[in-house]
């Protein structure tokens, strides 16, 4: 059996992100095909140390802080990291993680290493400069380098290098349907105030400065649908204040939901909408379920993946970035017509069977993972 260890600065139970789930369904998707995942990660509470999940094996070392989100860990994080990587066939790190490049440099285990590259690094760009030299020896060092989706590894500065291009592999995350629940919990409905027929608008996920809520806020005045916001972070209060001081009625802040909330949500929407107008948005998640649930999607051309999950005016509707009036009228051409959206939404499930399912998420690292440990070109 193959043994994969996949490399990360946390891992659940600690709070999630997108990283950590594209790690979960990764794991998902190769377990079907026999291969036997490891975690290792960093926690400011690893107790226990060893978490034997659905997915993997997660093994933790303690984080001794976290300066720009980049957890640092002590020399048991060091010797634990050494110990995994000697006993695996393949290393999967999971990039930006500055420290585990240090960890890597340090021990150069003996498995071929491949890196995730989930996003360029957008905002930390002082920090980032100074983490450039070690990216550079990391990346190169690299047997191979995936990148999420055709249209990042064509304008990402980093990707289409020519020192490391040769290297560059496409690989879509993707979703393991069977990692959701098969009921919805249609009780959130009178939870958050919504008829439970009505149409409506959705966006699932956390509330940071990139994905463009201030628009989708904006825009709502303009529909008449209601728009479900569904999850928390630091932008939240801010937003909360925006719809009050403009109006926006139909603006329906549902919290943090439980994934069986979610799946009552992405079941009955009209679509989603990720208004995202940074290129710190690389590939769009949210897309991928909402696709999984056959809904036609609503996202912005910003250069980066979710125009190549979200294809315009087959999946879903793209339009430009920080552009309200754009966002009201893709969401009234839905609201208007049923029919339509039912239909990109089949579309849309289509896109995802081919692309985005467990199934193909599978097949895709198990040959990487297999060209690797065969010693054969991961590139391509």
Known sequence: MLRALHVYRTYFPDPPGGAQEAMRQICLATSARGIENIIFALSPRPDPAVLDRPEARVIRARSWGAPASCDLGGLAAWRRYAALSREADTVLHHFPWPYADLLYHATRPKAPAVMLYHSDIVRQRRLGRAYMPLMWRTLRAMRAIVATSPAYARTSAVLSDPSIRRKVRVIPLGIEESSYPKDGDD?????????????????????????????????????????????????????????????ADNVIFAGQ?????????????????????????????????????????????????????????????????????????????????????????????????????????????????GELVSGGHASG
């Open 257 to 369: 939901v439980s994934d069986a909330e979610k799946v009552a949500l992405f079941r009955r929407c009209r679509a989603l909408a990720l208004p995202s107008h940074l290129r710190s948005e690389a590939y769009g998640m949210a897309l991928v379920e909402a696709a999984m649930f056959g809904r036609p999607r609503i996202s912005c051309e910003i250069g980066t993946g979710t125009s190549f999950v979200n294809e315009h005016e087959v999946s879903g509707l793209v339009v430009p970035p920080e552009n309200p009036a754009a966002l009201a009228d893709a969401m009234n051409t839905f609201l208007r017509d049923e029919a339509l959206a039912r239909a990109v939404g089949q579309a849309a499930r289509a896109r995802y069977e081919r692309l985005f399912s467990g199934a193909a998420l599978g097949q895709a690292y198990a040959e990487l993972f």
């Open 187 to 247: 009780r959130v409905f009178a939870r958050i105030g919504l008829d439970i027929d009505a149409p409506f608008f959705l966006f699932v996920g956390v509330l940071r400065y990139y994905k463009g809520l201030d628009f989708l806020i904006r825009a709502a005045r303009e529909v008449k649908a209601g728009i479900v916001i569904a999850g928390s972070g630091p932008e939240g209060e801010r937003l909360r204040r925006l719809r009050d001081e403009i109006g």
